[in-house]
């Protein structure tokens, strides 16, 4: 965001009479007048961006809540959309990102498997999906569509910059309608535990949309097995509710440590 300040002054002189006793008075008119810069896109993930609310209202907003509903119970995610930070609560275990460090607090004697640092954005890059794709420091290339349902989904792949994000080595490609340019499909690849580039794509299709705040957001995904690019059958879905998406910034107090030691 930038600012344009613009400051109109109206000023009368005093003349050269030494006797002027009453100064003229002064205007100052402030117009404060807000722009958003967003980047040149290919023309591809442009109109991907654009069947999905555009890319300049995602801009606008500031946070991100959703809930998945699972057989474990439910897990409720918030994310600050300028500084990623996050907060993942569910009844066993609270993890959160405050900019700085992944934490982690358990309930009672639960025993969190995973790793607090892989899990604390993972669920909200997908869902966030097409929208995190305009974060800066991403390369897009055209690839071979995808055939799924019948159909061939156009793709465009997405790799970063060095240094860009917790896995720079991450691919991702996006598969879409080529008749709506809604998303469809996503391949991504697993890099954060080896550090290297894979070859090993992992499938999520993107089942169900809602539209929020005009912006078209998942409502069911659904994962699927795969040998190579070939699409095998569905292994699980994960469905979103109570999605909250506001202009209203949160407070950083929720993403501070609970009680919970550095990872």
Known sequence: ?????????????????KNTTEPKSIEVIEDVT???ITRDYPDNISKIFK??????KWNTMENLEFTMKKETGDEKTTTALKSRKSLIETKDFTIGYNGKEAWLKE????KYKGNPQFYYNLMFYFYAMPFVLSDDGITYTNVEPLKADGKEYPGIKISY???VGESPEDEYIIYYDAKTNKMAWLGYTVTFFSKEKSSEW??????????????????RLEWYKSEGF???????????????LSTTQPKDAIFEKIKAENL
């Open 1 to 17: 965001m930038k600012q344009t300040l613009t400051i109109l002054v109206l000023a009368i002189l005093f003349t050269a009479c």
């Open 34 to 36: 807000e722009k958003i």
């Open 51 to 56: 069947a999905h609310g555009t890319v300049e």
């Open 107 to 110: 309930n009672g004697d639960y």
């Open 161 to 163: 910059g060095a240094g």
């Open 202 to 219: 992992h499938f999520i299709k993107y089942a169900d949309w809602q539209t929020v705040n005009g912006l078209v957001l998942p409502a």
């Open 230 to 244: 070939k699409i095998g059958e569905k292994r699980n879905d994960l469905v979103f509710a109570d999605i909250v």
